[in-house]
T-cell receptor
Framework: DVKVTQSSRYLVKRTGEKVFLECVQD?????MFWYRQDPGLGLRLIYF???????EKGDIPEGYSVSREKKERFSLILESASTNQTSMYLC?????????????FGPGTRLTVL | GENVEQHPSTLSVQEGDSAVIKCTYS??????FPWYKQELGKRPQLIID?????GEKKDQRIAVTLNKTAKHFSLHITETQPEDSAVYFC????????????FGSGTQLTVLP
């Protein structure tokens, strides 16, 4: 049973703070993703990674960076949090690039930036 | 890049009726179309998917149809039940990527008892 966990369910930060969101998967998946979910906008891809130390920009990478030092862990970094980054952040993982694979999601982190 | 539009944004049906959610996509090279269901307060989960070499796929009360010529695909839920109430997201793969998904904006389905 695939398990994707995220470090926090709720997080409150101040404008300008550096914020780290962590995601861990326990099924040796190659691909990991960070999305943000906003009402009426669906799930928008921020960054994804298909291997350790590899990353690719998604549709909305501005204001974010990522780190993948170990295969099971993918971190999303907000270098200087702003109020427009208040959102639900979802991490996901999938097995490999070889075939079309189901994405397994974490429970989400609701981030509020004051 | 790929653009996926989803309609309607909200849908209410009586229990036992059918529900249909429609999506259109822009990239003619897209060839994989999954649907995810997100219950209130929970994570999205895959419920059904279809690949471009298939026109229709069915799994019990849910089915997905694909029209590649028109670049649209639909989710059909028959004999709806209260536990079908959730947000449903369609998605498509941008061309050249088997890993990435572009999601639609979501449909809030409410099944009224």
């Amino acid at each position: 049973d695939v398990k994707v966990t995220q470090s926090s369910r709720y997080l409150v930060k101040r404008t300008g703070e550096k914020v780290f969101l962590e995601c861990v998967q326990d099924m040796d998946h190659e691909n990991m993703f960070w999305y943000r979910q906003d009402p009426g906008l669906g799930l928008r891809l921020i960054y994804f990674s298909y291997d350790v130390k590899m990353k690719e920009k998604g549709d909305i990478p501005e204001g974010y960076s990522v780190s993948r030092e170990k295969k099971e862990r993918f971190s999303l970094i907000l270098e200087s949090a702003s109020t427009n980054q208040t959102s639900m952040y979802l991490c996901a993982s999938s097995l490999s690039q070889a075939v079309y694979n189901e994405q397994f999601f974490g429970p989400g982190t609701r981030l509020t930036v004051l | 890049g790929e653009n996926v539009e989803q309609h309607p944004s909200t849908l209410s049906v009586q229990e036992g009726d059918s529900a249909v959610i429609k999506c259109t996509y822009s990239d003619s090279a897209s060839n994989y179309f999954p649907w995810y269901k997100q219950e209130l307060g929970k994570r999205p989960q895959l419920i059904i998917d279809i690949r471009s070499n298939v026109g229709e796929k069915k799994d019990q009360r849910i089915a997905v149809t694909l029209n590649k010529t028109a670049k649209h695909f639909s989710l059909h839920i028959t004999e709806t039940q209260p536990e079908d109430s959730a947000v449903y997201f369609c998605a498509a793969t941008p061309s050249g990527s088997a890993r990435q998904l572009t999601f639609g904006s979501g449909t809030q389905l409410t099944v009224l008892p």
